[in-house]
T-cell receptor
């Protein structure tokens, strides 16, 4: 299995809702990442997990809450989002957090906040 | 702060022509430089990468060159085909941690 699987593919939520994005990989990778991508922009780093521990939080608002229950699974919990949070949320994984590993990306969750 | 600059932002070529996309980086300690292709509705896909101990790497019609002294690296696509049309991103490590991406190049190959 050489894929990163993200669910759901599309999500529409109201500003008072609570929802979660899920990411799964079975490549034995010990580093996992959340990126946010707005239309016609590059992916922007949000969080980095290394060996199930949060190692980087790029000053992301607390309405985004990451969780790594085990080495294969990464969640992003969403609460009280704003319309400007609408974007493509990408999950990625790599063998480790190092400076010379390529990332494998999922296809993303297209989030719309109404 | 650390960043990666990418040029051009758009590139239109005729099928069969070559395409070149260039990136510069600021962190002289960076030693890994991947290129990603993103098609509509999909996540970025790694197409080629290069490490600082080599100056060039080739994979069929795709090649990457690296100039560590000048801190820039380039993607070369030869004999372009319509299916090469996509957005291409270069990336480099942010302070030795995670990858940060250039702003992207939209490549259009017309037949």
């Amino acid at each position: 299995d050489t894929e990163v699987t993200q669910t759901p593919k599309h999500l529409v939520m109201g500003m008072t809702n609570k929802k979660s994005l899920k990411c799964e990989q079975h490549m034995g990778h010990r580093a996992m990442y959340w990126y946010k991508q707005k239309a016609k922009k590059p992916p922007e780093l949000m969080f980095v997990y290394s060996y199930e521990k949060l190692s980087i939080n790029e000053s992301v608002p607390s309405r985004f809450s990451p969780e790594c229950p085990n080495s294969s699974l990464l969640n992003l919990h969403l609460h009280a989002l704003q319309p400007e949070d609408s974007a493509l949320y990408l999950c990625a994984s790599s063998p480790q957090t190092g400076v010379d590993y390529g990332y494998t990306f999922g296809s993303g969750t297209r989030l719309t906040v109404v | 702060g650390e960043n990666v600059e990418q040029h051009p932002s758009t590139l239109s070529v005729q099928e069969g022509d070559s395409a070149v996309i260039k990136c510069t980086y600021s962190d002289s300690a960076s030693n890994y430089f991947p290129w990603y292709k993103q098609e509509l509705g999909k996540g970025p896909q790694l197409i080629i990468d290069i490490r600082s101990n080599v100056g060039e790497k080739k994979d069929q019609r795709i090649a990457v060159t690296l100039n560590k002294t000048a801190k820039h690296f380039s993607l070369h696509i030869t004999e372009t085909q319509p299916e090469d049309s996509a957005v291409y991103f270069c990336a480099a490590p942010l302070a030795g941690t995670a990858l940060i991406f250039g702003k992207g190049t939209t490549l259009s190959v017309s037949s």
